[in-house]
């Protein structure tokens, strides 16, 4: 299982370092992999349980793209996770498909561990779960499927509003997104506390990306401890 909180733009470097300390102590016998992605201004250099990812950085290693940090900086935290395609950034920074396959080819190709994130509409969700998946399916097309990556379901409709898809409907798409990819699949899109049990229970499910729940490090352990509870 993989448990990974997304902070946004969230927490201090001082702030997540002592939110890593209490993490840490509570998940160190975990059999979850725990990651957790803080600012670029808050990255650590963590050796430990928890991973700490990069939620964005430019497909270089270093240059004159302005605002953004390449390899060369996120070197000197070791940093080795990075979130690609989230919606925030797809509607937000207008990313496109195609910066987000080179953003997927060049961290794949320096060897991060690249959670994907992908996730419809609340429109194209009400045309029903077939145009859900043609949606999905084009977000990956231009994805090398043959390359060794992580994906995150985020219906955008879910991220942040407290309103999930039923169990059913998250498994459904958990199911078709291993069949046709072969990899791990995470859901993300409101998870909490409460509703984690049942959603980390789900025959597909390999995990969690969380975003607003993530920012408390004891309830964040105790989804971590959940994960292990519920391990398939
Ligand atoms: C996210 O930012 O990836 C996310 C899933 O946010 P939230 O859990 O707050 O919906």
Known sequence: ??????????????????????????????????????????????????????????????????????????????????????????????????FIAEKFDFFTENSFKVILCIGESLEIRRE?????????????????LSKDFVIAYEPIWAIGTGITPTLQEIDSILEKLHKLSGKKVLYGGSVKLSNSVEILSLPNCDGVLVGGASLEPLDFAKMVSIADEVQK
């Open 128 to 144: 029903g779960e077939e145009k859900v998946l043609e949606f999905l399916n084009r977000q990956l097309e231009k994805i090398d």
């Open 1 to 98: 299982m993989i448990i990974a909180g997304n902070f946004k733009s969230f927490k201090t470097r001082e702030g997540t370092k002592e939110y890593l300390e209490k993490l840490e102590a509570e998940v160190l016998n975990s059999s979850s992999e725990v990651v957790i992605f803080p600012p670029s201004t808050a990255l650590q250099s963590w050796k430990g349980k928890v991973s700490v990812g990069t939620q964005n950085a430019y497909p270089t290693e270093n240059g004159a793209f302005t605002g953004e940090i390449g390899l060369e900086q996120l070197e000197e935290f070791q940093t080795k996770y990075i979130l690609i395609g989230h919606s925030e950034r797809r509607e937000i920074l207008k990313e496109r498909d195609k």
